[in-house]
């Protein structure tokens, strides 16, 4: 998918950064990936993020900064159709190869060169760099372009190279095989999926969903995800079981039920070869 701005932001003539900011009863961004970085930071909303091969819930206060052609949806949770809450979010887009050309001209950027490469893996911020990057994003967003917004782009950038407040999200050296082609195939099934997850899913389904037969599409899905179909509903799943586990609210057998699972032996066996831990434990250490 050949990258441009004016794809990523209406209207926007743009070529080396460019802000946006949405704010909606819902969103849910299609499955895509462009040669822009992107710098995302939730105001308001939850619901479930895939970033290369990371499948998670989201939820308010969250930032992330993805690399050039990371693949990246988010899709907001259902809401109750009388709520009165809105989804928000604010983002930067940066051209890399365009960024690094013109900061060569002032300095070295090795270092940025060198966070760009760790950011092919998508990083999510924590701690004071969150609060700082948030912070200079907000006064961005509000700015026409001029000194004042460069001046700012910097700050983010110097706060980017210098920080080590971040998790990486892919798995190491992820590297993905869509092409623009799959974007609306994989979409579809992956709004599915988020959809549905809270019930049996059928693999019939998926296929007929993708206009294949249940054999085309099983070696299709995984020839660009990595994994299974059913290796990434469970991933789903679990990722929302996570979510509820923190909320504290549920007892881990209803969690299980809840999140799709038929048993609670499943559950847990699923749970531990994702987690690593079981739920139990994995609720423990949250609370320690």
């Given at each position: 998918m050949k990258p441009v701005f004016t794809k990523i932001l209406a209207g926007s003539e743009i070529e080396t950064f460019a802000t946006k900011e949405v704010c909606q009863p819902s969103f849910?961004?299609?499955?895509?990936?462009?040669?822009?970085?992107?710098?995302?930071?939730?105001?308001?909303?939850?619901?479930?993020?895939?970033?290369?091969?990371?499948?998670?819930?989201?939820?308010?206060?969250?930032?992330?900064?993805?690399?050039?052609?990371?693949?990246?949806?988010?899709?907001?949770?259902?809401?109750?159709?009388?709520?009165?809450?809105?989804?928000?979010?604010m983002a930067l887009y940066i051209e890399p190869e365009l960024m690094v050309e013109v900061l060569g001209h002032l300095f070295k950027t090795h270092k940025i060169e060198t966070f760009l490469t760790a950011s092919k893996r998508g990083l999510l911020f924590q701690g004071k760099t969150k609060e700082q990057l948030k912070g200079k994003l907000e006064q961005m967003i509000h700015l026409d372009y001029g000194i004042q917004k460069t001046i700012l782009l910097l700050e983010i950038i110097d706060l980017l190279i210098t920080t080590d407040e971040y998790e990486c999200l892919s798995s190491p050296g992820y590297t993905h095989n869509y092409s623009s082609m799959d974007n609306d195939k994989i979409d579809r099934i992956f709004k599915f999926v988020f959809n549905n997850f809270t019930k049996e899913i059928s693999l019939d389904e998926a296929a007929t969903l993708a206009n294949m037969s249940k054999h085309s599409f099983c070696r299709y899905f995984k020839s660009r995800t990595q994994k299974t179909f059913v290796e990434f509903v469970n991933e789903v799943r679990i990722s929302e079981s996570c979510r509820l586990i923190a909320e504290n609210k549920l007892q881990i057998t209803n969690i299980a039920f809840a999140c799709g699972f038929n048993s609670l032996s499943n559950f847990n066996k699923i749970f531990k070869s994702i987690k690593g831990i079981t739920p139990s434990m994995y609720r423990t250490q949250l609370q320690t």
């Open positions: 849910s961004t299609e499955f895509h990936f462009h040669r822009a970085c992107q710098m995302t930071y939730i105001v308001q909303s939850e619901g479930k993020r895939i970033i290369g091969d990371s499948i998670d819930s989201y939820l308010t206060d969250e930032l992330t900064f993805l690399g050039p052609d990371l693949p990246h949806v988010w899709h907001n949770d259902s809401m109750d159709k009388d709520s009165v809450q809105v989804s928000r979010s």
